[in-house]
């Protein structure tokens, strides 16, 4: 609540409170930056290093719980000032539709590449020699095929909201497969665990940076190389007729905010698009925690302690 | 009167014949437009031109509520605002004082004033409020459920919960009590809330989270909100109802001992009807926790957030720790606010005992509250429940459903594939395919047939809606999932009811089982069950199942227990063995009841739609899910629309059919 | 009637009586018990061989590079065991129990393996010719004469793979 007293009496108690490092500039705004936060663990590590260091940069820090999409009539609305994670794999219509609106604004790529593609355990391997090579997967339908489905083989794609095409791929692609939509990711992953722990055959859209990859040994369906003519253009790849006849493409992560914040924090909106974070950090820490059990807190923790130097270079 | 009861003797005579006709033109035509579907494909499906654009217009209408609307002062999203802002300060004060703490100051510079109540305070003092309230037996109750709580280390978020239960069931009820008072003051206001309570009450609330989000930003405000909106309903109906059941000369009393209206209402009625208003505080309460994981979905945190991101990280026993939290709060609040209401009343004295005879409880709970406050600021063990003495069950849970799936999966899979074969493809095929226009004249013929042209109209433009939106096919979809989920349930709640009716130890036992099915959370077993059945209608089904079965039981055993001693003892007196006694009278007359029963059970078996969507069915959940992924309001507007329509036709249809059955058996 | 006992004293009663039980059962916070392995997978112990004395062996491997794995891509791996020596010079000699070298493999310990050393800290090239997925490096110890041990000592480390 932005009262007077409020802001009085932490004026008060900062000056008279714990040290604060010296790096810290007055920042130009008391009033807290809201950033979004979703249900999968990786976009969770990402929000709390981000404000730990707006935090450490002086500035104070709301967490909001909201749904990926419908965040951005937040965003938009300046209830909610910064997502972290916008996929362009799942999330590009709806951010190039907010950013259309000329209230949120780009704030930069998050340096992490987002790869989802059909997935099977290693263990099929043995039943359908011909793969990872796509060809192989007619042959092997009925390998992957269930008692609803059959004689076709049975795909597991993610919600639909998700988009990805995997209808129209299969369809452009001649497979004899039929494409099932999980409501939500848990059920997907729902459907993993229990096949991995019988050996039972599973084909299904995985995705990473993601726990289910670094658990699991399998291969992704080795697809003909995306390119943008491939899903606009018909008459590109192997079906002259129809598009998307090829692979997901490799997507970038993005992080986006309420345009009129940056006038407001203007350090802080460029600490924000100086952020940077690999695969191998992200999957790391994503292990950790839904793998190992460790608290987001602590590895985020470790993660500020052992790269000091990288997030103070963010700040200036 | 004579005339009347005459008209409607020979009417009733002709009436069967009459029907029977209908039906069968009505079968013939059904078999014809399918036949030619290639010559009239318009009569079979609903052609797409004819589409009414109706979720255009509501989000067009959602766009500019929001954004332009303006009063005149001021616009109606900076009232929703303001409305928002003020819920804000007793939700925050109450997360202080339960979850957080009162601290000064925002961010890092934050400096905590006073701790929050001590875990041992609030144990204690709900147990003495258990205590006052009924007996040992509750307080041990209370006391056991928030033991469970700080044992399991699920305290925190229980008290975040906690918290906003708090604040938004006295909101709810004290809402609907004074929506309930208006509506039965004025008849007229009555007409107007009666449908619009259905609506709230039936349209799945993904459907208008997107608005409330809108209106009220986002945050835990909005949860509460929409809590608010789908749990005042009951309050609003029960107020109404148990108004006017008053008895007249109590009535009478008042206005002969000279009450004015208000002293008349607030002190003669609402006193009166004070039994029947703590059950509707009862189910306020109870639909407060059932939306636990959906206001999580929004920003509410606590157990609901637990619940969900425990799930989707696979950690099945973490998740079921926390839904088991739910239940037991659920379990041990229903207890309190029922043993609230069924207080018997204080004997009266000649002389008023001081203050704090009177009320010893409050003292004792005061000043405990106040002991353990000082003393959790010097010894941490009584302020926080010590981390190192809290236990989980998790891993056993997790273990169980990995046991079940490595050995037993192929036989489930059995099962399954001849359900789905048998029963539910068959099903499905039959309604998607059967032409729209036959299904609308299905519906209507049978509003006539129970209840006159009236009803007749509305179900059939009901049916029509659905069909002009666009939404048949899934509607249809959702039709089959329901359907043959009430049909299982039924097969399985009415024997169990049955039995349960017989027998007073299963009947406990029982009502235990379908207590927790109801509360706990249905996001727990759904995940276990996607990885004992896989992605589809057939898991939808077996949830949906499971949280409709509980009123098939209810109701049966219910009615069955209503049946007059009287009947039941001149059908033995005539020599009836005991299971013609059951079937040949205490069904029959307890049909009725089940029938309602039935009917609840449609009504949940359509709410735990949206709940399905998240396993993956394509039908109006689907829909509405996908909207609310997409912050479509018209969309989702318009498919739970639909879904509340479904509802509205079986219930009206139902209850025509139970007044006539009733009125037949003589019981009206 | 008999008098009933008054409710405020009993309760009062039970309150400080749990309240001096927890004062002197609650602890402060302790912190966290250090978190024993870093991130490598655990590798099953050995059981002491039978009828001697010798202590269990562990093997743990950390690798530099797990995530967007490309063809061709080099990874540095660190090997610390317990309860065995690693011997460089001893490659290809004599079985002696409890030493030997390790041998790293792409997948199952099947074929060749993609490198044979004794060097706590190694550099494994990934081959060019790998598919995307999830696949692991299999690290086994080995005697001398590069027989596997028995029971067999090793451990997995997880590497995900896509060419970008």
């Known amino acids: 609540m932005k009262t007077c007293a409020k802001s009085l009496a932490t004026a008060v108690l900062a000056a008279a409170a714990l040290a604060v490092p010296p790096a810290v500039a007055a920042v130009e705004s008391e009033d807290p930056i809201k950033l979004t936060i979703h249900d999968w663990t990786g976009q969770y590590i990402t929000t709390n290093i981000m404000g730990a260091v707006l935090e450490e940069m002086g500035y104070n820090v709301e967490y909001v719980q909201a749904d990926y999409i419908a965040q951005f009539a937040g965003l938009e609305a300046g209830d909610l000032h910064v997502a972290m994670e916008m996929w362009e794999t799942t999330g590009k219509d709806a951010m190039e539709a907010s950013l259309a609106t000329g209230k949120t604004v780009d704030l930069g790529e998050t340096g992490m590449v987002a790869i989802e593609e059909w997935w099977y355990p290693m263990y099929m391997k043995e039943k359908c020699p011909g793969l990872p090579d796509w060809n192989a997967l007619n042959e092997c339908a009925e390998a992957f095929a269930t008692p609803e489905t059959h004689p076709k083989g049975r795909y597991l794609g993610g919600p639909v909201t998700w988009g990805g095409y995997d209808d129209e791929r299969a369809d452009a692609l001649g497979l004899d497969y039929e494409v099932v939509h999980a409501g939500t990711d848990a059920a997907l992953f729902a459907e993993l665990e229990s096949a991995m722990q019988r050996e039972a055959p599973i084909l299904l859209w995985i995705y990473t940076p993601h726990w289910a990859p670094i658990k699991y040994e399998g291969e992704w369906v080795d697809f003909p190389r995306y390119t943008d003519e491939c899903y606009k253009d018909p008459s590109w790849g192997m079906n002259p007729d129809k598009a998307y006849d090829c692979g997901k493409p490799r997507g970038w992560i993005k992080k986006v905010g309420w345009k009129d914040g940056e006038a407001k924090w203007p350090k802080a909106y460029q600490a924000v698009r100086n952020f940077t974070i690999s695969n191998q950090e992200m999957g790391e820490m994503v292990g950790q925690v839904d793998l190992d059990g460790r608290s987001v807190d602590e590895v985020v923790a470790d993660w500020m302690t052992a790269n000091k130097d990288r997030w103070m270079a963010w700040t200036m | ?668 | 009637m008999p008098p009933r006992r008054s409710p405020i004293a009993s309760s009062l009663l039970a309150g400080v009586a749990v309240l001096a039980l927890m004062g002197g059962c609650g602890e402060e916070d302790t912190p966290p018990a250090s978190a024993g392995a870093e991130s490598a997978p655990e590798s099953p112990a050995a059981a002491p061989e039978a009828g001697g004395a010798a202590p269990a062996i562990t093997l743990e491997v950390t690798a530099d590079k797990t995530h967007a794995v490309q063809p061709g891509d080099e990874i540095g791996i660190t090997v610390s065991v317990e309860g065995f020596t690693l011997d460089a010079a001893g490659i290809g000699a004599e079985a002696e129990p409890g030493r030997g070298h390790y041998h790293v493999y792409f997948g199952g310990s099947e074929g060749e393996p993609l490198l044979v050393s004794a060097d706590a800290n190694a550099v494994v090239k990934v081959s060019d010719d790998v598919t995307d997925g999830t696949h692991s490096l299999l690290i086994q110890l080995r005697g001398n004469d590069h027989s596997p041990l028995d029971p067999p000592i090793e451990t997995k480390v997880r590497l995900i793979i896509y060419r970008l």
């Open chain 2, 1 to 668: 009167m004579s005339a009347p009861a005459s008209r409607d003797r020979w009417l009733a005579a002709g009436l069967p014949r009459r029907y029977a006709i209908a039906w069968l033109v009505l079968l013939l035509v059904a078999i014809a437009v399918h036949l030619a579907r290639g010559a009239l494909p318009a009569l079979a499906t609903y052609p797409e031109p004819w589409f009414l654009p109706l979720r255009f217009w509501v989000s067009d209408l959602m766009k500019w509520l929001v954004n332009d609307f303006d009063l005149g002062l001021f616009t109606f999203q900076e009232m929703t605002r303001s409305i928002a802002w003020l819920l804000e300060w007793p939700l925050r004060a109450a997360q202080s004082l339960f979850a957080e703490g009162f601290s000064r100051g925002i961010g890092r510079d934050a400096e905590e004033i006073v701790p929050r109540i001590p875990w041992i305070a609030l144990i204690v003092a709900c147990a003495l409020m258990g205590l006052s309230a009924r007996g040992r037996g509750l307080a041990a109750l209370v006391a056991g459920a928030l033991l469970y709580l700080a044992v399991f280390g699920q305290w925190d978020s229980a008290m975040v919960t906690l918290a906003s239960i708090v604040i938004a069931v006295p909101l709810g009820a004290g809402a609907g009590l004074l929506l309930g008072i208006a509506g039965f003051r004025s008849v007229r206001l009555e007409r107007v809330l009666v449908p619009l309570l259905d609506l709230m009450q039936t349209v799945p609330i993904f459907a208008y989270l997107v608005p409330v989000l809108f209106l009220f930003g986002f945050g835990p405000v909005a949860a509460m909100v929409a809590t608010i909106i789908y749990a005042t309903p009951p309050m609003v109906r029960v107020t109404m109802l148990a108004l006017r059941q008053v008895p007249a000369d109590v009535v009478e009393f008042g206005r002969m001992a000279g009450c004015s209206r208000r002293q008349l209402l607030w002190k003669v009625l609402v006193p009166s009807a004070r039994p029947s208003l703590m059950v509707g505080i009862n189910q306020v309460i109870m639909l407060s926790l059932n939306m636990v994981i959906i206001a999580s979905m929004i920003g509410a945190g606590g157990l609901g957030y637990d619940v969900l991101t425990s799930l989707k990280r696979l950690r099945i026993g973490d998740g079921v720790e926390a839904g088991l939290a739910i239940t037991l709060l659920a379990i041990a609040l229903d207890r309190l606010s029922q043993a609230f209401a069924n207080r018997p009343p204080r004997a009266h004295r000649d002389t008023t005992p001081p203050f704090f005879r009177r009320h010893p409880f409050l003292i004792a709970a005061t000043a405990l509250l106040a002991v353990s406050w000082m003393a959790g600021s010097v010894l941490p063990g009584v302020q926080d429940y010590p981390e190192t003495l809290e236990i989980s069950t998790a891993q056993m849970w997790s273990d169980l459903i990995k046991w079940i799936n490595v050995n037993f999966y192929d036989h489930l899979e059995a099962v399954k594939t001849w359900l789905l074969f048998h029963l539910l493809i068959p099903v499905k095929r039959f309604l998607t395919t059967v032409p729209w226009i036959a299904v609308v004249a299905a519906v209507a013929i049978a509003g006539h047939r129970l209840g006159g042209w009236r009803l007749a109209a509305l179900t059939g433009s009901l049916a029509l809606f659905m069909a002009v939106t666009g939404n048949w096919e899934k509607s249809m979809i959702t039709v089959y999932l329901c359907g043959v989920s009430v049909l299982v349930a039924s097969l399985i709640g009415i024997p169990v009811g049955i039995w349960a009716a017989r027998n007073e130890r299963v009947h406990r036992v029982v009502q235990v089982v379908i207590d927790t099915l109801q509360t706990l959370p249905s996001f727990v077993y759904l995940i276990p069950v996607v990885m004992l059945f896989r992605v589809g209608d057939f898991s939808a089904m077996i949830a949906v199942v499971a949280y409709a079965v509980a009123p098939a039981v209810r109701y049966t055993a219910h009615g069955l227990r209503q049946v007059p001693a009287q009947l039941i003892e001149a059908a033995t007196a005539a020599g009836c063995t005991r299971r013609q006694t059951l079937w040949k009278v205490q069904f029959p007359i307890a049909l009725p009841e089940i029938m309602l029963g039935i009917n609840q059970t449609i009504m949940l078996a359509l709410s735990m739609l949206v709940i399905t969507a998240l396993v993956g069915t394509r039908d109006l959940g689907q829909e509405v899910y996908i909207a609310l992924t997409k912050a479509d309001t018209g969309r989702g507007i318009v498919a739970g629309l639909c879904v509340a329509f479904i509802a509205i036709i079986s219930d009206r249809l139902i209850s025509a059919w139970v007044r006539r059955k009733k009125r037949e058996l003589g019981l009206e």
